[in-house]
């Protein structure tokens, strides 16, 4: 079992960035491929960024290509998600996932264990 945990969250405007941070207290993921995932108000879950456990990242969804970065410090045990150039339809709870897979994937039936979310609300 792998505990996830996000944060980073919160409210911000239009154009301002934010960092999310995912964590595994007492659990090493350095072989398990991650990704970022969101769920917008009254819609369904959707893909955001992934990245193997080497650290090459899968191609981002459309809507956040070249405004959102993933990482990952294995040392340190952390997932990032870079976001900048915030718009308010980026609103949503960001999921941080962990697949078995190394590959990670674009879908959310590749992961295995899921974070509780963290919100991310973009005023206009």
């Known amino acids: 079992q792998v505990h996830l945990v996000e944060s980073g969250g919160g409210l911000v405007q239009a154009g301002d960035s934010l960092r999310l941070s995912c964590t595994a207290p007492?659990?090493?993921?350095?072989?398990?491929?991650m990704g970022w995932f969101r769920q917008p108000p009254g819609k369904e879950r959707e893909f955001v960024a992934a990245?193997?456990?080497?650290?090459?990242?899968?191609p981002y969804a459309d809507s956040v290509e070249g405004r959102f970065t993933i990482s990952r410090n294995n040392a340190k045990n952390t997932l990032y998600l870079q976001m900048t150039s915030l718009k308010p339809e980026d609103t949503a709870i960001y999921y941080c996932?962990?697949?078995?897979?190394?590959?990670?994937?674009?879908?959310?039936?590749?992961?295995?264990?899921w974070g509780q979310g963290t919100q991310v609300t973009v005023s206009s």
């Open positions: 996932a962990a697949s078995t897979s190394r590959w990670a994937g674009t879908r959310s039936n590749d992961y295995d264990y």
């Open positions: 007492g659990r090493t993921f350095s072989y398990f491929g």
């Open positions: 990245i193997t456990w080497i650290g090459d990242s899968l």
